[in-house]
T-cell receptor
Framework: EAEVAQSPRYKITEKSQAVAFWCDPI?????LYWYRQILGQGPELLVQ????????DSQLPKDRFSAERLKGVDSTLKIQPAELGDSAMYLC???????????FGSGTRLTVV | DAKTTQPNSMESNEEEPVHLPCNHS???????IHWYRQLPSQGPEYVIH???SNVNNRMASLAIAEDRKSSTLILHRATLRDAAVYYC?????????FGGGTRVLVKP
């Protein structure tokens, strides 16, 4: 069964450092999402791509977060500088056409110390 | 855009059915109803989704009210592996907005 690949699985970084996460969606899925999940809460959408274009980044803290999907396939989410409050699980998901389910990756657990 | 409303937690005995309710009173005609579940330290896993008619798959059944303002996820025979947080989501277009979900505990 096809999977959404994410790396790294775990990341510990010091505050004020830069950190990056990578996601490879299911082949052929045009839509890619990055979610952030704080412990005990549901995932919160950070950014949504349609192919290589951003279609929704209204909840992305743009002063420190950036996301790209240059060739419309894999994607990178970056935080610079990291803050203590950024500690969370970062989830990537992809989907095909509207009306179909999403597939999530296993996530990257970020701890900022 | 209002999120869905679910109970915080539910308990069930192993081998018994589980009925998880969800209210989505602000749903529009083109919004799909999705259900996902999440085990500890894993990403959410797709369970089922529907638009108007009831749906069945190998994991669960989804019963959608006639006015579409509520739905119920049915796990026919709960196992210990079904213990997870279950999210009911009103999907607008190609966008999922999660609420707090229902934590399901399965007792042996």
């Amino acid at each position: 069964e096809a999977e959404v690949a994410q790396s790294p699985r775990y990341k510990i970084t010091e505050k004020s450092q830069a950190v990056a996460f990578w996601c490879d969606p299911i082949s052929g899925h045009a839509t890619l999402y990055w979610y952030r999940q704080i412990l005990g809460q549901g995932p919160e959408l950070l950014v949504q791509f349609q192919d290589e274009s951003v279609v929704d980044d209204s909840q992305l803290p743009k002063d420190r977060f950036s996301a790209e999907r240059l060739k419309g396939v894999d994607s990178t989410l970056k935080i610079q500088p990291a803050e203590l409050g950024d500690s969370a699980m970062y989830l990537c998901a992809s989907s095909g056409a509207i009306g179909y389910g999403y597939t999530f990756g296993s996530g990257t657990r970020l701890t900022v110390v | 855009d209002a999120k869905t409303t679910q109970p915080n937690s539910m308990e069930s005995n192993e081998e018994e059915p589980v009925h998880l309710p969800c209210n989505h009173s602000t749903i529009s005609g083109t919004d799909y109803i999705h259900w996902y579940r999440q085990l500890p330290s894993q990403g959410p896993e797709y369970v089922i989704h529907g638009l108007t008619s009831n749906v069945n798959n190998r994991m669960a059944s989804l019963a959608i009210a006639e006015d579409r303002k509520s739905s119920t996820l049915i796990l026919h025979r709960a196992t210990l592996r079904d213990a997870a947080v279950y999210y009911c989501i009103k999907a607008a277009g190609n966008k999922l907005t999660f609420g707090g979900g229902t934590r399901v505990l399965v007792k042996p």
